[in-house]
């Protein structure tokens, strides 16, 4: 297994360019997720997905969207790039049956960083 | 709305010192709490997690934490560090709702002298 896999590693953006950042799991996980940490900030929750099909916001959602059309991917897209975009991204998934409440551990990507100049 | 607050944003320890990073949250139902840590050029890994039973917790690496119900307080602990235990260290509650959303704290760097 390589469980979560993110590409690229690093990029640097024009401010008003767009890219799409990659996220592939091959575990099987329905639950998806997106975040970016800034320093001393944590880790904030952009978007997630319970499943193929399905996308919800999260914690900071403006100037992202995502898709979800397979299990094994969950790309995050970001349309006009800006300097507050700067940050590094995580990407994060996990299984739950759906019953007995939620009480997975979420394996996480080993990030992408990007530069908006 | 919920969140999670670390008070130790650097620290720094010899080897062979002992470790307690504080990690207070607010939420007032059940909770499901994690720590997890980043070594430098890695990404975050899990190094344990409460949802129930014993209030102290055992992870991986010689670290443990212990939830305090009274205190909102998850704080984690470990003996004696050694100077591979330098890492990034966060502490995370699972959201409200069967989504599995974590919310994280600001993190906590730790620096161990050899």
């Known amino acids: 297994n390589a469980g979560v896999t993110q590409t690229p590693k690093f990029r640097i953006l024009k401010i008003g360019q767009s890219m799409t950042l990659q996220c592939t799991q091959d575990m099987n996980h329905n639950y998806m997720y997106w975040y970016r940490q800034d320093p001393g900030m944590g880790l904030k929750l952009i978007y997630y997905s319970v499943g193929a099909g399905i996308t919800d916001k999260g914690e900071v959602p403006n100037g992202y969207n995502v898709s979800r059309s397979t299990t094994e991917d969950f790309p995050l897209r970001l349309e006009l790039a800006a300097p507050s975009q700067t940050s590094v991204y995580f990407c994060?998934?996990?299984?739950?049956?759906?019953?007995?409440?939620?009480?997975?551990?979420?394996?996480f990507g080993p990030g992408t960083r990007l530069l908006v100049l | 709305a919920q969140s999670v607050s670390q008070h130790n944003h650097h620290v720094i320890l010899s080897e062979a010192a002992s470790l307690e990073l504080g990690c207070n949250y607010s939420y007032g139902g059940t909770v499901n709490l994690f720590w997890y840590v980043q070594y430098p050029g890695q990404h975050l890994q899990l190094l344990l997690k409460y949802f129930s039973g014993d209030p102290l917790v055992k992870g991986i690496k010689g670290f443990e934490a212990e939830f305090i119900k009274s205190k909102f307080s998850f704080n984690l602990r470990k003996p004696s560090v050694q100077w591979s235990d330098t890492a990034e260290y966060f502490c995370a509650v699972m959201g409200s709702g069967n989504t599995g959303k974590l919310i994280f704290g600001q993190g906590t760097t730790l620096q161990v002298k050899p």
């Open positions: 994060a998934s996990s299984y739950s049956p759906g019953q007995g409440g939620f009480r997975e551990t979420q394996y």
